[in-house]
């Protein structure tokens, strides 16, 4: 069935540094590829998605590419905020399939 | 345009007993899916409806059963509660023809003592 591995967590930061955390992925068909951040205390917010191989989705400074031939969607950000500190959730919706498939979540914390 | 909106916020129940939980989806949407996301993990996907009708089911158990009403607005059902039905559960409601593009609400937080 389908899967989402994710880089375990946490993950601790100062402002200004370089944030990566990886994730790979297991699919029967042609995967759809999302990053959620959750905020505490709130529900999850679509971050940013690629539907097709080599698609590159970004959004508020955040970048991951679909990368098919290793399957993964690494999040990157070149300089992080305090701001930026939530947990982070790669996700997956197979071709033939309705549903989102979830990694288990990385938290990151950034300090000032 | 108000985003997905959920009630209640919070909700403490005892074993045994049945829960609804309620959903309104964005404006504009037409499909409803329901999420429990247990502390320190990921969403698992419950259920998704569309056009009233259970579309996909996930791992879960008869206990959990749903309903979608004529305005696309949704409800979670769990009967017989367990201590590990404790989670925050979400919905998340989808556009027309656009499925897999899944918005949230904020959650509802159900602790089963």
Known sequence: GDSVTQMEGPVTLSEEAFLTINCTYTATGYPSLFWYVQYPGEGLQLLLKATKADDKGSNKGFEATYRKETTSFHLEKGSVQVSDSAVYFCALSDSDDYKLSFGAGTTVTVRA | ?113
């Open chain 2, 1 to 113: 345009d108000a985003g997905v909106t959920q009630s209640p916020t919070h909700l403490i129940k005892t074993r045994g007993q049945q829960v609804t939980l309620r959903c309104s989806p964005k404006s504009g949407h037409d499909t409803v899916s329901w999420y429990q996301q247990a502390l320190g993990q990921g969403p698992q996907f419950i259920f998704q409806y569309y056009e009233e009708e259970e579309r996909q089911r996930g791992n879960f158990p008869d206990r959990f059963s749903g309903h979608q009403f004529p305005n696309y607005s949704s409800e979670l059902n769990v009967n017989a509660l367990l201590l590990g039905d404790s989670a925050l559960y979400l919905c998340a409601s989808s556009p027309r023809g656009a499925y897999n593009e899944q918005f949230f609400g904020p959650g509802t937080r159900l602790t089963v003592l």
